[in-house]
């Protein structure tokens, strides 16, 4: 059984400038959610997807979008990017129906926006 | 959005018995709690999942009170390697998913 992978692991960029980040969902999981973490702070729910459709969204403002794919893959865009904007961005596979279905995490993403 | 909130840190020693408290004031009425345990550079690990009552797997037990606005992990016998971040969750499902993390509690055990 194959679990959560993103990538990259680490990456830097400019403000102003956008970034994608992706994920490879566990085999056999067709949900996908995103989660931005600050450091020394809990993580903070972008969005979710289910069969390529979002179908839930936490306050973030509109230039954070995302994809998923056929495969359930995901991918997390940010344009514009603010010095804020840096983070650990974690991404988690589950099972339809999020309320009974444990969430599987990536080691995410650290963004750091200079 | 759900709000939820859970002390900032708590240390303990091998052995011992930890519980942590998690409180949700806007729970919702079909909304599971989750807790998961975060490790520095790594996402968050699933520990236990319930809805009311007393929920108890291999490595935790997890306690619901009937009002359901909090909820208490308890770690029995920690060791060494329970040293780590632990948060609750929430799942409210009204007008589209939405996961809310609490405050998440640093647990720190010494021998």
């Known amino acids: 059984e194959t679990g959560v992978t993103q990538s990259p692991t680490h990456l830097i960029k400019t403000r102003g400038q956008q970034v994608t980040l992706r994920c490879s969902s566990q085999?056999?999981?067709?949900?996908v959610s995103w989660y931005q973490q600050a450091l020394g702070q809990g993580p903070q729910f972008i969005f979710q997807?289910?069969?390529?459709?979002?179908?839930g969204r936490g306050n973030f403002p509109p230039r954070f979008s995302g994809l998923q794919f056929p495969n359930y893959s995901s991918e997390l865009n940010v344009n514009a990017l603010e010095l804020d904007d840096s983070a650990l961005y974690l991404c988690?596979?589950?099972?339809?129906?999020?309320?009974?279905?444990?969430?599987?995490f990536g080691n995410g993403t650290r963004l750091t926006v200079t | 959005l759900a709000k939820t909130t859970q002390p900032i840190s708590m240390d303990s020693y091998e052995g011992q018995e930890v519980n942590i408290t998690c409180s949700h004031n806007?729970?919702?009425?079909?909304?599971?709690i989750t807790w998961y345990q975060q490790f520095p550079s790594q996402g968050p690990r699933f520990i236990i999942q319930?809805?009311?009552t007393k929920v108890t797997n291999e490595v935790a037990s997890l306690f619901i009170p009937a009002d359901r606005k909090s909820s208490t992990l308890s770690l029995p016998r920690v060791s060494l390697s329970d040293t780590a971040v632990y948060y609750c969750?929430?799942?409210?499902?009204?007008?589209?998913?939405?996961?809310?993390f609490g405050t998440g509690t640093q647990l720190k055990v010494e021998l």
């Open positions: 085999s056999g999981h067709n949900t």
């Open positions: 319930g809805y009311k």
């Open positions: 997807y289910y069969r390529e459709e979002e179908n």
């Open positions: 988690a596979s589950s099972l339809a129906g999020t309320q009974t279905s444990p969430l599987h």
């Open positions: 806007n729970i919702a009425t079909n909304d599971y």
């Open positions: 969750l929430s799942v409210t499902t009204g007008g589209g998913n939405k996961l809310t």
